[in-house]
């Protein structure tokens, strides 16, 4: 089989900064060649609210990673994020056509049609139709069911969906580059699949990608995204709450949150203090170490709770054995881990990327961007499968990229 | 079963999102992207059009000339030969050699094999085979030119003459003017062997027509003398023995500058007009150093020597110097 190489561009329009990725996918494979980056500019929450600003700053990122590449990128994966997106569960049972109760195609076809069907409101749009395992008379079946005999076919779909004009908006930068969106990949599946191995995945784990604007995660159980979610808190938050509670500046108050911020209170000497700029400047003072970690700590508890909240009852450390991964440019702060780890009873760390990958795209920043290359391969590729009719090649080659 | 025989809602998702953008709204990077998608793809339908547009006046011109291509293609039988060459083979040895059937189609010939039956007379050196559309097929040759000729035998066959050119390619000599034949001088002390069908070609030929060719150019009348060439000792000593139809055995170095060698001969036998003494050999293949063998003058009727003396056969008198710098006693008698 011939393939045509491709340069595939995966953008993360973040409410900090902008990252772009570029990934030569020759079929088989896909190797990141090039990456840029930009702070970015008319982005809140992220989501666009100033076309002009985010378009500038997304394509001096596209720039950059195509001259650090040397090559044209040919179309785009992006991610989504933003306090708009939300999710439903869904599922739909049939009885097996045949009479001996063989599944046939037709019928996981049917199935799975009346699982995705469910009415919108008004200027909603699907961005993923995450299905879970078949159940076949109640029995798992993690693959598919054809050929297996059962009276009763069941399986349900974790749909996300967003606001049309948001989604829009994200497209049309990129757009603005003439450049074609051909995958939109939601930020906590691209992140998710980067930082946890398929083995969490099968045992269950739960990623939290905690950028500056919004926090996504994703719920994984029996090796698929089980429940996904945004919250439009992020690490600004934390910055915001410092700059209120010590009446500072941002760029003070993030200065401090990098350098003295913590997810759990350390220290125990209130009348200990650390000094704003530390060389003495004009405006230079003491603040209470104790009152800064107060803060950071308690926005941090409280952004895991509400995440534990919203996941509500499909989330139990009994069904969550690879525990809590965390990622994201937020989750730097330290003692994040420990602090999951209290809020979630289970065990916490901080997500790292697959080995292979190369040192300067190791930080936790990257991690969305380079999720999205590899998950929008997979989709792709299962898509293409799908559409044949059959999963062979392609299928096989999706498998490729799952990390072990 | 589809969604519409379920009846189900349509959902709509994120790629019924039109990703077109007016280019006021894209940045001048995206602008120029467009731009040059644009040349390129309209560079791209020229290329196509162009390429469209030629194939249809190739069909037009073929369709409305029926003088050209068609002829072409379809081919008639082969009505005539051309034969194009350097030397004296004719048409006649042309239609031998090919052979063709009568009814023979231009475009059924195998040309390759064509070349090789022609190929196959030694005579000829190079052929090229061309069809010439409707119905001619032209061989162009390039014949080889003998400098001399010999005399062989086969098995129990009669003696035949073979021509020999400058490369040692032995051919029978097709088409040569007799008259012309009978002034090349004979080779000999050469074995002939066979490779293949033919006979291999000669070791030191090409030596030995330097010698001809010079001494052709530069002094005739002796070369018209000259009867048999002899290769026996070429190999092995880098001499060619030539024999004179006077009875005169001229030795010649393969080695030395032929021309200086003519002059020599020409001045020592210039130099040697007493017909009381006339040379019988001559080794110019030693240099400056021309050892000569005279013999004694053509018996008259009254003193011939008994039958079984022949004049060639007779024994020579001394060797005298040809040039000042000999040494009389230096030489003997070979």
């Not at chain 1, 104790?290 to 308690?298: L, Y």
């Not at chain 2, 098995?155 to 021509?163: F, V």
Request: proline share 4%.
């Amino acid at each position: 089989m011939s393939f045509k190489t491709a340069y595939i561009g995966a953008v993360e329009i973040g409410t900090a900064k902008i990252a772009a990725l570029v990934g030569e996918y020759t079929g088989r494979e896909i190797v990141i060649i090039g990456c840029g980056e930009c702070p970015s500019r008319g982005v809140i929450k992220g989501s666009v609210v100033d076309y002009r600003a985010a378009t500038e700053c997304t394509q001096t990122a596209l720039e950059l990673a195509e001259r650090d590449a040397n090559e044209r990128i040919d179309q785009v994966f992006l991610a989504q994020t933003g306090g708009h997106l939300e999710g439903f569960y869904n599922e739909a049972s049939l009885n097996v056509k045949a009479a001996d109760n063989m599944i046939e195609k037709d019928d996981i076809r049917t199935v799975c049609e009346l699982a995705k069907a469910k009415d919108l409101p008004l200027g909603r749009m699907v961005v993923h139709n995450i299905r879970r395992p078949f159940r076949v008379d109640g029995r798992l079946v993690p693959t598919s069911p054809e050929n297996l005999v059962g009276q009763k076919l069941e399986v349900g779909y974790w749909t996300v969906h967003g606001q049309e004009q948001r989604l829009a908006d994200n497209i049309h930068v990129i757009r603005g580059f003439n450049l074609e969106v051909s995958e939109l990949v939601l930020s906590s599946l691209a992140s998710g699949h980067m930082v946890t191995s398929l083995e969490e995945r099968q045992n269950g784990v739960l990623a939290i990608d905690i950028g500056a604007g919004t926090t996504d995660y994703v719920l994984y159980r029996n090796g698929v995204p089980h429940t996904t979610g945004v919250l439009a808190v992020g690490g600004g938050h934390f910055t915001n709450d410092i700059s209120i509670g010590l009446r500072l500046t941002e760029a003070q108050a993030e200065k401090l949150k990098l350098r003295f911020g913590r997810a759990v209170v350390q220290a125990r000497d209130r009348n200990e203090k650390v000094w704003l700029d530390g060389n003495f400047s004009i405006g230079d003072r003491q603040f209470p170490r104790q009152a800064i970690e107060s803060i950071t700590a308690a926005r941090a508890w409280e952004l895991l709770e509400v995440v534990k909240k919203k996941l509500g009852h499909a989330f139990a450390p009994e069904t969550c054995a690879g525990g809590v991964v965390l990622t994201g440019g937020a989750a730097k702060l330290p003692a994040l881990s420990v602090c999951a780890a209290k809020v979630f009873g289970t065990q916490a760390r901080l997500g790292e990327a697959p080995s292979w990958v190369n040192e300067n795209l190791r930080d936790p920043g990257f991690h969305t961007a380079l999720g999205i290359l590899y998950y929008g391969v997979s989709a792709q590729g299962d898509r293409a499968a799908a559409a044949r009719g059959r999963g062979g090649f392609l299928h096989n080659v999706t498998r490729l990229f799952a990390p072990t | 079963m589809s969604k519409d025989a379920l009846g189900l809602p349509e959902t709509r998702t994120w790629r019924d999102i039109p990703q077109q953008v007016r280019p006021r709204a894209m940045s001048l990077e995206g602008r120029r992207r467009l731009t040059m998608g644009a040349i390129r793809a309209s560079l791209g339908a020229l290329a196509l059009g162009t390429v469209a547009w030629g194939a249809w006046e190739m069909a037009a011109v073929l369709r409305e000339n029926s003088a050209a291509m068609p002829d072409v293609a379809k081919s008639d039988r082969v009505r005539s030969l051309v034969l194009v060459t350097d030397g004296v083979l004719d048409k006649d040895w042309l239609a031998r050699t090919l052979a063709l059937p009568g009814d023979a189609a231009l475009m059924g010939l195998d040309l390759i094999k064509l070349r090789s039956r022609v190929l196959g007379d030694a005579q000829v050196g190079s052929a090229t085979i061309i069809r010439n559309f409707p119905s001619t097929l032209t061989v162009r040759i390039s014949e080889r030119s003998p400098v001399a000729r010999l005399m062989a035998q086969s098995g129990g066959d009669a003696p035949r003459m073979l021509l020999v050119s400058r490369d040692g390619v032995a051919f029978a000599g097709t088409g040569f003017d007799p008259a012309m034949v009978a002034t090349l001088p004979w080779v000999e002390g050469v074995k002939l062997v066979r490779r293949g069908g033919s006979i291999a070609p000669i070791d030191g030929m090409a030596a030995v027509a330097d010698l001809l060719a010079s001494a052709k150019l530069e002094a005739e009348t002796l070369y018209r003398t000259w009867q048999v060439i002899s290769l026996e000792r070429l190999a092995s000593d880098g001499e060619i023995d030539v024999h004179t139809r006077g009875g005169m055995k001229i030795t010649f170095g393969a080695n030395e500058d032929y021309l200086r060698q003519i002059a020599r001969l020409d001045l020592l036998i210039d130099a040697s007009s007493d017909p009381t003494r006339p040379l019988r050999a001559v080794n110019l293949a030693l240099g400056p150093q021309v050892p000569v063998v005279y013999g004694t003058a053509a018996p008259t009727l009254g003193d011939l020597a008994p039958a079984s003396a022949s004049p060639a056969l007779a024994r020579p008198s001394i060797v005298l110097p040809a040039f000042s710098n000999f040494h009389i006693d230096a030489h003997r008698e070979l």
